[in-house]
Structures are given as C-alpha cells and as structure tokens.
C-alpha cells in the first residue's frame, strides 16, 4: 500500500517528513500499520506518539500490524503524547534511543502518531510538534508519517487544511484514493 508512495521519502538518508490526509479515523490504523510494516521490512526502530496508547495498540494490531511481536523484539515502543509537555520533549529523549537503535544495526526511525484532529488547537499543537521533531531529526535516518483528519469539515475548509498540511510536508501529501494511497506535491 505505501511502498510506492513512500518511495521517494526514503531516497536519502536524511529526515522525511510526509503527511497523509484521512478521510475518517477508520483510515487511520490501516494506514499507519502499513507504514509501520514498511518500516520493520526495512529494519527500522519504530515509534509511534498515541494520544490513547491501548487503543492504539490494539487499532495498529487489529490493523494487522504485529506489535506485540515487534515491541518484544525492541523494534516498536508506543509513547504516550503528553499534551503538557514542551513540543521538543519527546524528541529530545528520543535522540540516544535512536542511537542506540542504529548502533543495534537497524536502519533509522519510523514514526507516526495518533490521527491529529480537525480543530485548530489540535492542528497548531501538531504542526508546533512537527517543526521541533524535524529540526531535532534534521539530517538523520528519519522517516516520519503524519495522519491529519479531515472528517467533519466542510469542502473549504478541507482544502484550507489540506494547504496547511502540504505547506508544512515538502515531501508530499498521501490521499486515500480506490487506486491505494496517492501522493500530491505542492507544485
């Protein structure tokens, strides 16, 4: 499913930062638990940020993502997003982690994280995130995959959105389409 989309992401070895644009929250474990499998296929340390990690867990395992399998392989850990702290406090800790993670012999770092909703707190609490995460990365063998929701906007206000999210992924967009997902780069 994103092997052709997240394709050119991973042409270097240096921070990716993609976004994918879901139409409703059921997009979201599918998409992400393939994101995921991609990554374990290519040796990668996997993170992902949950606002609710037991629900996440079992949506990414339902999904059929095998979690349990990769979190006692030490290839998958589950974060909890704590709302309180500083935009730069996870990946802050996260830094000798990821060294750890390469000096183990894997590839780099796969992340994602809970759907971010529609609402604009939400929307501005992530992008501040999402700058500190790239600029802590900057360089690194980082591949990053952002879900951002659209369910319950209005026609202008999904393409507004969709604006702000492509401005801030220069790698592209991902859309679900009947086609698998589609990647759309700012022109």
């Known amino acids: ?56 867990r079992k949506a990414l395992t339902d999904a059929g993502l095998d979690v349990a399998g990769l979190e006692s392989e030490d290839r998958l850990v589950i974060e909890p997003l704590n709302l ?19 000096d183990r012999g894997l590839t780099g770092l796969w992340s994602s994280h809970s759907p971010v909703g529609p609402g ?8 501040a995130i999402e700058r500190a995460w790239e600029e802590r990365f900057e360089g690194r063998p980082v591949v990053t995959l952002c879900p951002y929701l659209v369910e319950g906007l209005d026609a202008a206000d999904t393409v507004g959105r969709f604006t702000e999210v492509s401005e801030l992924h220069e790698e592209g967009v991902l859309v679900p389409s009947d086609r698998g997902l589609q990647t759309f780069k700012r022109a």
Do not use: Q
């Open 1 to 56: 499913m994103l092997d052709n989309a997240v394709g050119s992401a991973l042409e270097t070895g240096a921070c990716r930062h993609l976004a994918v644009v879901l139409r409703s929250e059921a997009e979201f474990a599918p998409v992400v638990a393939s994101f995921y499998s991609l990554g374990a296929k290519r040796g990668a340390w996997l993170v992902h940020r949950a606002a609710e990690v037991e629900e996440d």
């Open 84 to 102: 309180d702290e500083p935009p730069d406090a996870l990946p802050k800790r996260l830094v000798a982690d990821l060294d750890a993670a390469l």
């Open 120 to 127: 604009p707190d939400a929307f501005e609490l992530a992008t």
